[in-house]
Structure formats: structure tokens, C-alpha cells
């Protein structure tokens, strides 16, 4: 080997590496796209509402219970298109809170690990089936349904619309609490059943606890999800401004206004038109609450384990 | 000690959590009979070469069929690049304990959970109305490269961080600069993942509705799209039908359903042959 | 004394080089080095020489492996990680401020404890570091010289194509052997390289240290002692000791030849160590 020419060696670059500062500055460029995104939808949301609120007072708009921007006086009051929101939410959370978890803890305790093989790819399907075909459902076969075992339902109802997306949310909450059901250590599972408990005691009294923060994590991003889902809604509980917490009424959500009136020829710079941008922003500060909130439980779990 | 004693509550708590798994199946099952009676009638090769039409009977899906297909092959070539690139980032440049790279995490993870409907509203203001493209079909793709982006960053992070740092390490002792190591070792074997992830995104990002109704796909469109004109996706005419009353376009909406889940279950098929044809075991 | 008779090689130094008679490749000053402020080693003061084989012996965590890789500046990819005091190589300072770490790393070699073939084929791993450093003339011989050299061409010259990953544990590490000869460095760096190897491996392993050294410097860390009774020329015991204020760090107590370090060592501490009183 001819070390003898590397006695003095040159330690120094041959040439300056300005490649790799190249790379680097485009792979940050790339990563600035997500920045730019949330950039851009709290401006796209901010300004318009801020023009909105100019006309509109806060107060009105947060306690008024007529939603009638279009008519002739407009008012515009937020009130019915929330109560829309939080009652389809409810009901989906009823279907997918209890059931989402119930087979979670399956699935984690007591399914083979064959049979949860081929159980969670088939809970996958369901969660990636697209939401517009879940809202032609509601309409068209679970409002018959309703109505065939005695409930009488309008045919837009926010019941159809909220059981049908506690279906749909279910593989979040089950996805999310099974993962940290499973990430809970062997070790805390046998040393109860070392002391002679039973596979019931232990799921809930050991197993679920240890667990909680992933779990409610899955339950507040499936109440996010509820109150941020749009096509359902859109299309099985009508869009009829109600306020009322009666679910076989028609009732309008705060996404359904948002998707039915951005899609119409509203002038653009119009009060109508701005308030997409009022009911957007209200929309977009519950979300993002409840995600931060989300991210910081699943932050906290990670930890424990991981 | 009292003999053993039939274990009746934990037995009635393992029947309560089989009904949960049943409520989810159930309703899927009768959601794809359902879909399969109504759709059968219509499905045949005219829906897919014709344009829609007040006459049900005269109704197809074409230019929404061939819009969707255009949306997906745009999604994947805007997604992947900016995706794989910030994971890239994230995973092996920034330096984890500087405030604005754990900010830039944090919201990845946020947008990611963001109401699709609100993209659609960033959609209209800036890019349909401020940069005046216009309702077209690159707008709609634009927008879904916004709203899918997230679940293609946190994917391709996950094949990063799989790569097993032993790698790495013998790279770089090798005298390989940081993107050599990423360039020739980390990325390829991390591939299989990123490309199991980016078509998984995909699929989510061709059942999306919301957005596309607020940037104005809903316009009765009856002619092949191009680039940069007028438009609607198979997600939006099934909304369309499914909004009329007509017992016939409920049908078509049908069809249209079956058109869609069977686009999906292939991509998610292929996804998945690919994650196990090539996914290492480290 | 010892209690155990340690194997004596006729290869291994006799004698330790008197100053200026052997060239010296590491002049190591006082070496500090520290992660997050936490200190790993302090104050290590000794030289190492030209085609010799030198042993790093000690307790774990008395910071063997830190100490080697500050010599191929693989600390640097560790955030929080400090070095200070002084590094010579062949009298230029490793940490200076143009120095580039590819270069250094091109001329010091490192094979890891456990090993790590990269994903692909045999000829592939070898040819990677040529690749990547740009010396892609007659990379098939280059190729061929270094499994020859890592005595691992016989085993493997039919299937260069197949995956790296298919060898034994032994021939991997060979392998890992041959890919860093493959750059043509100065010195070899050897983090325990055959700790997770069988018995009949690791003796390959040392008998190629014996022939490696006449062209190349190696470094090695190793935790058994007979191990570097049968390789290393000399051999440097580092131990962990507390400092004011309770922090652990690991210092050189001793450094000589191995025959001394092991039959006569002037400190007490290596004695305890090599007679197995603790470590």
C-alpha cells in the first residue's frame, strides 16, 4: 500500500463540497411548503373574517339563533348551524367512542393473532372507504331503516348522518386506542393474571388505564374528525339551519353551510361570500384546538413506551 | 375456597366487545350490497365512454373517470417529490433541538387532522380566485397535493427512520458526505415504504369531495377535461346523482360508488403486494 | 501477578520505540471529549505508532469507543458532542478548521462491532467507498484486491453478485473488513470487531490483523484481554475515575508494550485490572 505519499497528507477538501449546501437549502425549501400551507389557511381564513366581523358584530354572530344570511333581513347568527354540528357529532361519538374502543380492546386482548390479522385489515377497509359513499348511505339506506323499525325521521336528519359517521370514525378510535393498548408492556398484563385475575379485570382495570392517554386521544380525534366532516352531512342532514337538538330534523352543520355556499355563485366580496371565512375560521380554531390537544396526549404516551 | 364460578360478566364483556367488531362489519357489508344491488343495473362499458346526462339512461361517468385518473397521476408527481424531500429534512438534516424544526413537527401532525373542507376554502381563496387559475383541474390537483402531503411526510419518515442507523454510520466511516449516505443507502432501502405510502395517500386523495365542491368541480360537465379547463371527479358526479331524487340517478350514483371503491381497492391492493414483495426485515 | 499465562506471538513489539525512532501516526494531547457537557474522557496523553497494532483495553464505560472515534472524526455526527485538547495526524491537527472529515475518513477506516453489510450485493458493499470517493478507475480489481486482502476472496469470488446479507457473521465482518480497505486508507480503526463472532471467526479475524499490519496502522478496542495479549503491540488500559464533583470519566492510567501492561504494569490500577480484580 503506498502510505509512504500519505506521510504529509492533505487534509484539506480537494475542492468545496457547495453541493451539499445545495441539498440542504431544497430539502428545507420542501419542508417551508407545509409552513406555507398553514400560513396560507389562516390567512385565507383571518382576513375575510376579520372584513366579516366589521360588519357583523362578534356578539351577534356567536349568540344569535337565526342563520339566514341570504334573506331579506340577513341575520347571522351561528347558533343552529353549531347545534347542527355538535348534535351530529354526538351521535356519531355515541356509535364510535363505545364501539371503537370495544374493539380495540378486542383486538389487543383477546383476538388471536390470526384472527387479528385479517379483523384490523378489514377495520382498514372501512376507514378507507371515501366519506361521499358513506353519505349516500345514510340517505339511502339508513333513512329507511330508521324509518322501517319506527323512527320517523325526516329524509335529511341529522341522526342518519351521525350514526353513519360513528361507523366511519370507529377505525380511528380503534386504530388509535388498540396501538396503545398493544404498546403497554407484557409485564403489567402477567403480573395481574400471576394474582389470579381474569382477562375482564384485567383489560379494564389494568390495561385500559395504563393506556388512557392514547386512548382519549383517540376519542378527541374522533370528536375533531366529527366536527370537521363535511360530505355526510352534505348530503344525508340537509341543509336547513335548525336549532334544535331534535336529530330526525333536517339541520345544517358548519361544514355543510361551508361546502354548499362555496360551491354556488356567490359574488365574491360579498357578505355572503365572507361568511364562508367567519364559520371557516370558527371551524378551524375548534379542530385545531382539539388536535394540539390530541398530539400532545399521543406525545405524552409515545414517552411512556417508546 | 368457593369452587370455580362460571365467569357469566366476563363472558357477557367478551360478547359486548364481539358486537362492537360486529357494528363496524356489519354496516360495511350492508353498505356493499346495497351499493352492488342498486349499482349492477348501469354498470356496463357505456359508463364509462359516456358524458353525463339529464336522461339517466343516457348517463355516464366519462369525463369524471378520466379527470380523477389525471388528478391521481399529478397528485403523485407534485406529492412524492416535496414529501420524500421534507422527510428527508426532517430526519436527517434538522437538528431536533432547535425550536422551529419540533414547530415544523408539530405542524405536519396538525395539518394532517385538519378539516379537508378548509383546504377546499384555502383552495378558493388562493388559488382559484388569487392566482386566478381558475376552477381546473390543476387547481383541484394543487389542493389535494396541500391536503395529502402530510400522510406522504409522516409515511416516508416512517421508511427513513426504519433504515437502521448501523448503515449510516458504516457510510459515513466509508468518507460519504450526508447526501451520499442518503442518496445511495438510506433512500433506496427505504423505497419500498415510501412507495407503499405515497399510492395509500393517493387513494385518500382521489375519494375526496369536499375540497374540489369548493373549488367548483360541481359544474355539469359533459366534455373530456384537459389541464386547465373546466371539471368534475367521480367522488363529486356520485355526490351530484346522489343529490337528485330521481330513483334512477340514485342508481347511477350507485355505479358510480362501485367505479370508485373498485379504483380504490386496486391501488390499496398494489400497495400492499408492494409492502410485502419488498419490505425488509431489519 | 498474572494468573493466567497470556500467549506470546514473536510479531508483537519487543521494545518501546524510543522518541524519533518510530514514526508516529496519532500524537494525542490531553483529549477531552464530552457529550452535552457531561465529560466521557479526560485528559488522554499518549502516541500512536506506524504499523503497529495498538489495544484499547478497560471496564465498560471507561470511553474506548468514544476514544476511537475521535480519530476518524465519527464523534462529529453526534449532536452535543465535544472535542477538545489535541489530535495530531501525521503532525496535522484532525480537528483543524479547513480540515474536511471526508478526507479524514477516507484515510482512517473504521469496522464496527457488530457487522454492517449494506443492503446489496458483495462486489457492491466493497465498491461502495470507491464510488463514493470518486476512485471509480478499475473498480473490479480494486474489488478483487481488497477481499484478498481481507482474506475473503476465495470464499466469495463466484457469488459477488449475491446479496451481502447471505454470508456468516464471520465473513460479514471480513467483508466490513475488505470494504474499508477498499479506499486504500492509513490506518484501520476496530470498535470490538469480533465480539458478536464465534471463536473460530474472531481467530481468523486476529490472524488478519497480524497481516494487515504490516501495511496499515490499527487501532482496536477490545474488552478481552487475551485478545490483545494475542494482537496488540501496545496496549493503552484506560479506566473510569470520579471526578471533584462525582462525574465519571474515563483517563489513560497505562500505556506500554503489551507484554509489560500485562506481566509488569507500573500502575497498580492496571494490575487490579488485568489480574480480573474488577472490570
Known amino acids: 500500500m503506498s502510505t509512504a505519499e500519505l506521510s504529509a497528507p492533505a487534509l484539506r477538501a480537494s475542492r468545496r463540497r457547495y453541493g451539499e449546501d445545495v441539498i440542504k437549502g431544497l430539502l428545507a425549501l420542501c419542508a417551508l411548503v407545509s409552513v406555507a400551507t398553514t400560513v396560507g389557511i389562516v390567512v385565507a381564513l383571518l382576513f375575510p373574517a376579520l372584513e366579516f366581523f366589521r360588519e357583523v358584530s362578534l356578539v351577534d354572530f356567536l349568540t344569535g339563533k337565526t342563520w339566514a344570511p341570504l334573506f331579506e333581513p340577513a341575520e347571522f347568527g351561528v347558533l343552529p348551524l353549531l347545534a347542527g354540528t355538535l348534535v351530529v357529532t354526538f351521535w356519531a361519538c355515541l356509535v364510535a367512542i363505545p364501539f371503537g374502543l370495544g374493539a380495540a380492546i378486542y383486538l389487543s386482548e383477546y383476538a388471536r393473532p390470526r384472527t387479528r390479522s385479517f379483523l384490523k385489515p378489514l377495520l382498514e377497509v372501512l376507514a378507507g372507504i371515501p366519506t361521499v359513499v358513506f353519505g349516500y348511505f345514510a340517505l339511502t339506506f339508513v333513512t329507511q331503516l330508521l324509518r322501517d323499525i319506527g323512527i320517523q325521521v325526516d329524509i335529511f336528519n341529522a341522526l342518519s348522518a351521525g350514526l353513519v359517521m360513528g361507523v366511519m370514525l370507529m377505525p380511528t378510535v380503534a386504530s388509535l386506542s388498540e396501538d396503545a393498548m398493544v404498546a403497554v408492556p407484557r409485564e403489567l398484563r402477567d403480573g395481574a393474571y400471576a394474582l389470579g385475575s381474569r382477562k375482564l379485570q384485567v383489560s379494564t382495570r389494568i390495561v385500559v388505564p395504563a393506556a388512557i392517554s392514547g386512548i382519549v386521544a383517540s376519542f378527541v380525534l374522533a370528536i375533531s374528525r366529527a366536527v370537521g366532516e363535511t360530505m355526510i352531512v352534505l348530503i344525508a342532514a340537509g341543509q336547513q339551519p335548525n336549532l334544535t337538538f331534535d336529530p330526525r330534523r333536517a339541520m345544517e352543520t358548519m361544514t355543510a353551510f361551508i361546502g354548499a355556499t362555496g360551491n354556488g355563485d356567490v359574488p365574491t366580496g360579498s357578505i355572503e361570500y365572507k361568511t364562508i371565512f367567519a364559520v371557516g375560521l370558527t371551524l378551524f380554531v375548534m379542530t385545531l384546538v382539539m388536535n394540539l390537544f390530541a398530539i400532545r396526549l399521543v406525545r405524552r404516551f409515545r414517552e411512556v413506551y417508546e | 375456597m368457593k369452587g370455580r364460578s362460571r365467569d357469566v360478566r366476563g363472558a357477557i364483556f367478551r360478547l359486548a366487545l364481539l358486537v362492537s367488531l360486529a357494528v363496524a362489519f356489519v354496516t360495511l357489508g350492508a353498505l356493499l350490497v346495497d351499493v352492488a344491488g342498486k349499482g349492477f343495473e348501469f354498470l356496463d362499458p357505456f359508463f364509462f365512454t359516456h358524458p353525463p346526462s339529464t336522461d339517466p339512461h343516457q348517463a355516464g361517468a366519462r369525463p369524471a373517470i378520466l379527470a380523477t385518473l389525471y388528478i391521481g397521476v399529478l397528485l403523485l408527481l407534485f406529492t412524492v417529490p416535496v414529501g420524500v424531500g421534507t422527510a428527508i429534512y426532517l430526519e436527517e438534516y434538522a437538528d431536533k433541538n432547535r425550536w422551529y424544526n419540533r414547530l415544523l413537527e408539530v405542524n405536519i401532525q396538525n395539518l394532517a387532522a385538519v378539516p379537508s373542507i378548509v383546504y377546499g376554502i384555502l383552495g378558493l381563496a388562493f388559488i382559484v380566485r388569487g392566482l386566478g387559475l381558475g376552477r381546473v383541474v390543476l387547481a383541484g390537483a394543487l389542493i389535494l397535493t396541500l391536503l395529502v402531503l402530510p400522510t406522504v411526510i409522516i409515511a416516508a419518515r416512517e421508511a427513513i427512520r426504519a433504515v437502521p442507523d448501523s448503515i449510516r454510520q458504516a457510510a459515513f466511516a466509508l468518507g460519504a458526505t450526508r447526501w451520499q449516505v442518503i442518496a445511495r443507502q438510506v433512500l433506496p432501502a427505504a423505497i419500498p415504504g415510501i412507495a407503499t405510502g405515497s399510492i395509500l395517500a393517493l387513494s385518500r386523495g382521489i375519494g375526496e369531495t369536499a375540497p374540489l365542491i369548493m373549488i367548483g368541480a360541481l359544474t355539469y360537465v359533459a366534455f373530456d377535461p384537459s389541464l386547465l379547463g373546466p371539471f368534475t371527479v367521480l367522488p363529486v358526479q356520485i355526490y351530484n346523482w346522489t343529490s337528485q331524487p330521481q330513483e334512477d340517478f340514485v342508481k347511477l350514483a350507485a355505479t358510480g360508488i362501485i367505479v370508485l371503491l373498485g379504483m380504490l381497492l386496486t391501488l390499496n391492493a398494489f400497495a400492499i403486494w408492494l409492502r410485502n414483495r419488498y419490505e425488509r426485515r431489519w | ?279
Open chain 3, 1 to 279: 501477578m498474572v494468573s493466567a499465562a497470556p500467549i506470546h506471538i514473536e510479531a508483537l513489539a519487543a521494545e518501546r520505540p524510543e522518541p524519533g525512532t518510530r514514526e508516529v501516526v496519532f500524537d494525542i494531547g490531553d483529549l477531552t471529549v464530552s457529550y452535552d457537557g457531561n465529560p466521557a474522557i479526560k485528559g488522554a496523553t499518549f502516541e500512536v505508532y506506524r504499523n503497529f497494532v495498538t489495544a484499547i483495553i478497560g471496564p465498560s464505560g471507561c470511553g474506548k469507543s468514544t476514544f476511537i472515534r475521535c480519530l476518524n472524526r465519527m464523534n462529529d455526527l453526534i449532536q452535543g458532542a465535544g472535542v477538545e485538547g489535541r489530535i495530531l495526524y501525521h503532525g496535522q491537527d484532525l480537528y483543524g478548521r479547513d480540515v474536511d472529515p471526508v478526507e479524514v475518513r477516507r484515510r482512517i477506516g473504521m469496522v464496527f462491532q457488530k457487522p454492517n453489510p449494506f443492503p446489496k450485493s458483495i462486489h457492491d458493499n466493497v465498491a461502495f467507498g470507491p464510488r463514493v470517493l470518486g476512485m471509480t478507475s478499475d473498480l473490479d480489481a480494486r474489488v478483487e484486491v481488497a477481499l484478498k486482502q481481507a482474506a475473503l476472496w476465495e470464499e466469495v469470488k463466484d457469488r459477488l453478485k449475491k446479496s451481502a446479507l447471505s454470508l456468516s457473521g464471520g465473513q460479514q465482518q471480513r467483508l466490513c473488513i475488505a470494504r474499508c480497505l477498499a479506499v486504500e486508507p492509513d490506518v484501520i480503526l476496530m470498535d470490538e470487531p469480533a465480539s458478536a463472532l464465534d471463536p473460530i471467526a474472531t481467530t481468523r479475524i486476529e490472524d488478519l490483523m497480524h497481516e494487515l499490519k504490516k501495511d496499515y496502522t490499527i487501532v482496536i478496542v477490545t474488552h478481552n484481554m487475551q485478545q490483545a495479549a494475542r494482537v496488540a503491540d501496545m496496549t493503552a488500559f484506560f479506566n473510569i475515575e470520579k471526578g471533584e464533583e462525582g462525574e465519571r470519566a474515563g483517563i489513560l492510567v497505562e500505556y506500554d508494550i503489551t507484554s509489560k501492561i500485562f506481566t509488569q504494569p507500573s500502575d497498580k490500577r492496571t494490575e487490579d485490572y488485568v489480574t480480573g480484580r474488577f472490570g
